[in-house]
């Protein structure tokens, strides 16, 4: 199993910036997919902003141009820079990965514990 730890939550107001930090540890073999998905109340988790197998980024319509994403591979982190926040932007935050242990055999999902953000306006 792989462990994921976030940091870089708050409380922030509207057109602020914060910035989130996920780093990967355990048996890692390969990192496929990681990135940042997030749930506000009574709302469905969803995509924030990845990083794809194929080293490319997908990011949600909401947020592109105020966020960005990107990645230290030494350190299996990625990092998620929140720009212009808007209070819609509140939800936990979670990181996601996607990576094989082992050289052979098949890959497995990871979840972050989540971390709040909340923006006033």
């Known amino acids: 199993q792989v462990q994921l730890v976030e940091s870089g939550g708050g409380l922030m107001q509207a057109g602020g910036s914060l910035r989130l930090s996920c780093a990967a540890s355990?048996?890692?073999?390969?990192?496929?997919?990681m990135g940042w998905y997030r749930q506000a109340p009574g709302k469905q988790r969803e995509l924030v902003a990845v990083?794809?197998?194929?080293?490319?980024?997908n990011y949600a319509d909401s947020v592109k141009g105020r966020f960005t994403i990107s990645r230290d591979n030494a350190k299996n982190t990625v990092y998620l820079q929140m720009n212009s926040l808007k209070p819609e932007d509140t939800a936990v935050y979670y990181c996601?990965?996607?990576?094989?242990?082992?050289?052979?055999?098949?890959?497995?999902?990871?979840w972050g514990q989540g971390t709040q953000v909340t923006v006033s306006s």
């Open positions: 990083f794809t197998s194929d080293g490319n980024t």
């Open positions: 355990g048996s890692i073999f390969r990192i496929n997919v």
């Open positions: 996601y990965c996607n990576a094989n242990r082992l050289a052979l055999g098949s890959s497995s999902g990871s």
